[in-house]
């Protein structure tokens, strides 16, 4: 995610406006949601932003609802960011974060043709301006996209980009190297390297602790992510304290509804009936498939398919 934020003097006579866009955008990244949509929908409603800042404040919407599954409202304000920040030229850099976060929510919704077409439109926007960590940042987003299709050499091919792309930059976070780093674990599971597949998912949860602490959803989904690892490399005790510690930190950290709480109760019942606990893994599975389709009907209806992914 890219925030940049230029139009504070605009506003320098009255209580700055900026940052009060940028204390909403750390709200979404310290994993409150909630406080961040309740804020940048009171800065939009005010009318005291820029053109700019009112698409990154809708940008903002559109990642906080897409944290809680609330897709049709986070598909709304992803058009709206889409729209203002489209039509301003000087604003390419956060136009094309925007189309970005779009691919994730498309991803989310299981639309991964779309979710592709939107983050390869994202990655031609930032090829146009030279922007080498939004580069890096799309071509491991597509890694993660081509893999979810079993594309493996296509996959290997964006996290040979990113890997580039890192090298010319000093503009990733934590956060966007972990991403990295993770993609490279996904490919080594894929082709059976499990300690490379382990080194690396343990690298991106150092990161994403360093970044943003212990309890944090991105950081219990790092220790899924590991413990999956584990698993494939037969190491089942570790595989169990690893995920233990990941569906901990999602359930209390997400709603027990949301659909990547639920995916981390089925990678578990996984490792559960590799144990021998059948009933428990065939219970747990049963539950989280049942929470997922219930999830699905009630927060896709009225999804529709954005124009913004074929323009």
Known sequence: MVLVLACASAFAAQVNPVQQLADAFALELKAQPVQAIAAAQALI????????????AWDLLGLAYED????????????????ILGALPAHIVDYAAVIDNFGSLYRDMGQIQIAVAMRLKALRLYEQIGDHAGIARSCSNLVGLALSQNHVREG?????????????????DDDDVAAIVSMQGWIADVDGNTSLAISSY????DLWKHRNGEEHPITGWGYML??????NAGKVDQSLDAMRKGLTILGNTLSHQNPRYLTAEMAYSEVLQRTGSLAQAAQLKMEAQQGLKDFYRSQCTGC???VQAFQ
């Open 45 to 56: 409603d005010a009318k005291i932003l820029c053109p700019a800042d009112v698409g990154r």
């Open 68 to 83: 809680l599954g609330r897709f049709a409202e986070g598909q709304h304000a992803y058009e709206q960011a889409a729209r």
């Open 156 to 172: 290997k091919k964006y996290l040979k980009r990113a890997l580039e792309e890192m090298k010319l930059t000093n503009n990733l």
């Open 202 to 205: 343990q690298h991106a949860l």
């Open 226 to 231: 590991l413990g999956k690892a584990y698993v």
């Open 304 to 306: 529709t398919i954005s």
